[in-house]
């Protein structure tokens, strides 16, 4: 049974161009939300998606929008990149229900030059 | 607004000797708590969960963690740790009924020899 899978898992762009980062959920999930990791502080809450709509979003910018697909399968995407956007990106998915534990992948490790 | 404050940075300790890592939490409705696990260049991993119920929960890897809702606390706890155990680990809120979680900022387990 596969968990969550993330790709790629490590990607350098340069300030100003565009990112996308792409989840394939656990099997059985239809829920994913994505999450920025800075270095040495917790996972931030970026939006979670459900029935392939934006269900809450944390305080993210709109440069940071996302996208879910009918097979569950998600997509994050960065426009505008800032240095301060060089994090782990963590992609979680669970069950629909609020408030279930989350299963995370592995992540993306974006760096800006 | 919901915030978590996990009150130790860093927690060096012996191996087989206990450990306590502290979580407080803030909000103005019910929660659910979580602790997860983070090893290097790994995601988060659900170490155990308080939905409802007892107060005491027990998780992998003979961890425990305790509800105290006049504290507002969630402190994990090992009676007897390993070096393995040396990891990040993170404390989380999430409202009953709802989507976003929010996590604390982590509190960093090193088991010596």
């Known amino acids: 049974d596969a968990g969550v899978t993330q790709s790629p898992t490590h990607l350098i762009k340069t300030r100003g161009q565009q990112v996308t980062l792409r989840c394939s959920p656990k099997s059985g999930h239809d829920t994913v939300s994505w999450y920025q990791q800075a270095l040495g502080q917790g996972p931030q809450f970026i939006f979670q998606y459900y029935e392939e709509e934006e269900r809450q979003r944390g305080n993210f910018p709109d440069r940071f929008s996302g996208h879910q697909y009918p097979n569950y399968s998600s997509e994050l995407n960065v426009n505008a990149l800032l240095l301060g956007d060089s994090a782990l990106y963590l992609c979680?998915?669970?069950?629909?229900?609020?408030?279930?534990?989350?299963?995370f992948g592995d992540g993306t490790r974006l760096s800006i030059l | 607004a919901q915030s978590v404050t996990q009150l130790d940075s860093q927690v060096p300790v012996f191996e087989e000797a206990p450990v306590e890592l502290r979580c407080n939490y803030s909000?103005?409705?019910?929660?659910?708590l979580f602790w997860y696990v983070q090893y290097p260049n790994q995601g988060l991993q659900l170490l155990l969960k308080y939905l409802s119920g007892s107060t005491l929960v027990k998780g992998i890897n003979g961890f425990e963690a305790e509800f105290n809702k006049s504290q507002t606390s969630f402190h994990l706890r090992k009676p007897s740790v390993h070096i393995s155990d040396t990891a990040e680990y993170f404390c989380?809120?999430?409202?009953?009924?709802?989507?976003?979680?929010?996590f604390g900022a982590g509190t960093r387990l090193f088991v010596k020899a």
């Open positions: 909000s103005s409705v019910s929660v659910y």
């Open positions: 989380a809120v999430s409202e009953t009924g709802g989507f976003k979680t929010i």
């Open positions: 979680a998915s669970s069950e629909g229900q609020g408030g279930q534990p989350q299963h």
